[in-house]
């Protein structure tokens, strides 16, 4: 139970703090900065933990370069939003 709020707090964290990069921080509520930072952690999952071989927060481990995974992979799932809704990246 208590890696599940772990994992809903650090998914919050990574999601806003995409956010705050791609600039869409005005837009957005906890909910979906929630929501950002999980999907976001299963895109950085799928995408960058091949190349360097990390995991990320949605397999349970809480490192840095499992952050630093999950945080590149909210940036992408942003940016491929930014671009379907605005027709670009930012």
């Known amino acids: 139970m208590i890696n599940f709020i772990i994992w809903l707090v650090v998914g919050g964290v990574i999601g806003w703090?995409?956010?705050?990069?791609?600039?869409?921080?005005?837009?957005?509520?906890?909910?979906?900065?929630?929501?950002v930072g999980i999907v976001g952690a299963a895109v950085g999952g799928w995408i960058i933990s091949p190349l360097v071989g990390v995991?990320?927060?949605n397999q349970d481990i809480f490192n840095i370069g499992a952050l630093l995974v999950s945080l590149m992979g909210a940036i992408i799932l942003l940016a491929l939003v930014n671009l379907v809704r605005r027709g670009s990246v930012r």
């Open 55 to 57: 995991g990320t927060i």
């Open 17 to 35: 703090l995409a956010s705050v990069i791609m600039h869409t921080d005005g837009q957005q509520g906890l909910f979906l900065n929630v929501i």
